[in-house]
């Protein structure tokens, strides 16, 4: 990644960009934009968390590396880990951008703690990171990870809570957005930060997705063969 400095830059300033749009979308509506940002930060870090894990990951297996390492007396855990601490690095520097700005710059009004929702995207874009690992394992070459996007990330735009209320959803697709990172996300997110809720008060929210990392984080172990 440090050898595409296009690709560094397009991963931090595109996200600037999207937020940017949806706050000159909401020009004459005072505290709609207050509404959307936190749905707004749960979708650009869910979605470029996921294309930045799955892509590099997979590029560390097309150029050999992975391949080498699997030679040593390193563990597909060990593996696994030691590629998501880097990429947990990168994203976290991306996650306190974006968010320092859609607060300083944007000027969205936000009442819970700073930290407690750092620390919750965090968890967020930890999901994705392991689901972004564990497709690139499934995946031949880069075109094929992007093709997991409408697998994997489109479903979650649509039922997450995201373009309308769930409650308003029918009930058989109320039940399949429980399965949904995304829905939990946004209602964490927006729990803390609109309502000014701790942690004790998103604690569904913070359960599934750190569960939902965990079972990721598994899979993608499972799913890493030696002969890659």
Not at 9 to 15: D, E, I, K
Not at 21 to 46: R, T
Request: charged letters at 10%.
């Amino acid at each position: 990644m440090r050898h595409d400095p296009r690709t560094l830059g397009m991963m931090f300033f595109v996200p600037l960009f999207l937020m940017t749009l949806i706050y000159l979308s909401v020009p004459d509506q005072p505290g709609l934009f207050d509404y959307l940002a936190p749905a707004g930060l749960a979708v650009v870090v869910l979605f470029f968390v996921f294309i930045l894990t799955g892509v590099s990951f997979l590029r560390e297996r097309l150029q050999g590396t992975l391949e080498r390492l699997m030679a040593s007396p390193a563990t597909r855990a060990d593996l696994v880990v030691g590629y998501l601490l880097g990429f947990f690095l990168f994203a976290a520097l991306q996650l306190v951008v974006l968010l320092l700005f859609t607060i300083w710059v944007l000027g969205m009004k936000y009442r819970g703690s700073l930290g407690e929702v750092l620390a919750f995207q965090l968890l967020v874009a930890l999901g994705s990171l392991n689901l972004g690992i564990l497709a690139s394992t499934w995946a031949r070459n880069e075109f094929q990870v992007v093709q997991f996007i409408p697998l994997f990330i489109l479903p979650q735009f649509l039922l997450g809570g995201l373009l309308w209320p769930v409650e308003q959803m029918p009930w058989y697709l109320q039940d399949l957005s429980r399965i949904m990172p995304l829905r939990y996300a946004i209602e964490g997110l927006r729990g803390i930060m609109l309502e000014g809720n701790g942690f004790s008060g998103v604690l569904p929210q913070l359960g599934f997705l750190g569960g939902f990392a965990l079972v990721m984080l598994f899979l993608a172990g499972l799913s890493l063969r030696r002969t890659s």
